[in-house]
């Protein structure tokens, strides 16, 4: 049976209905998948610029923190400098003070002999020889002699070695030193230097050491208080300058 008009258009619109039903459905199938892939790479390109700025911060704040230590560092540098600079000066400016005071302590009857005691007694001490021989300023001579007189006992009572002492009076000790004496063994390769400026300069070392980390009054420390030391005191005393030496003329 033949369908009528009415039937076959009937039957296109509901065709077409269904088309479009199923259109309808798979274009919001596509939205569907397409946004959601659309916000899978949304978050992903979020994440992943997040981590590049959280990478790029982190990088920043480290290169700060380095920049402050090497700034901390420099500016601790620079203030010790400072603190090394104005300890030198210190140091160097009572050193000089000292030097300029060395020339009064030979001058001085009731202190430099006392002085030379204690200097003499060092050198034997530090030497511990059976013979030495003595240099000292051609205008010393005769209170070296009577030093030495006066030390020679104190010397064999101490360590139980008998002791020859000669005085060098062919080769004085330079009259611009400010006084003391250098002690020499027999040969002539070991030497003692006791001037007053040689024990300077060994103060002086021993306060511009890395060990050194206070200021004290300063009295010609080397030598301050030798006078009134005991034998034993002098012997075990550590600021005396033995070196080798040549030979001597």
């Known amino acids: 049976m033949a369908l009528s008009d009415a039937d076959v258009q009937k039957q296109i619109k509901h065709m077409m209905a269904f088309i479009e039903q199923e259109a309808n459905e798979k274009a919001e199938e596509i939205d569907a998948k397409a946004e959601e892939e659309f916000n899978i790479e949304k978050g992903r390109l979020v994440q992943t610029q997040r981590l590049k700025i959280m990478e790029y911060y982190e990088k ?4 700060i923190e380095q920049q402050k230590k090497i700034q901390m560092s420099n500016l601790m540098n620079q203030a010790r400098l400072k603190v090394l600079k104005a ?3 210190m140091i160097s400016e009572m050193l000089n003070e000292a030097r300029e005071r060395l020339a009064t302590i030979a001058k001085d009857p009731a202190r430099y002999p006392a002085l030379m005691d204690g200097l003499l007694l060092q050198g034997f001490f530090q030497l511990l020889e059976p013979k030495v021989t003595i240099r000292c300023r051609k205008q010393d001579v005769q209170m070296v002699q009577a030093s030495i007189q006066r030390s020679i006992p104190a010397f064999k009572e101490a360590v139980k070695i008998n002791l020859e002492v ?3 009076q062919d080769n004085y000790l330079s009259p611009d030193i400010s006084g003391g004496v250098e002690l020499y063994n027999a040969r002539g390769n070991i030497k003692v230097a006791n001037t007053l400026e040689s024990r300077l300069d060994l103060m002086a070392q021993q306060y511009g050491s890395d060990s050194f ?3 004290r009054p300063f009295v010609v420390p080397a030598m ?3 006078e009134h030391m005991s034998p034993e005191q002098i012997g075990n005393s550590s600021t005396t300058c033995a ?3 040549p030979a001597m003329i």
Do not use: F, L, S
């Open 60 to 63: 920043k704040e480290k290169q």
């Open 87 to 89: 300890r030198d000066d």
């Open 166 to 168: 000669r005085i060098d």
């Open 213 to 215: 980390t206070g200021v």
């Open 224 to 226: 301050a208080g030798i």
């Open 243 to 245: 070196t080798e030496a």
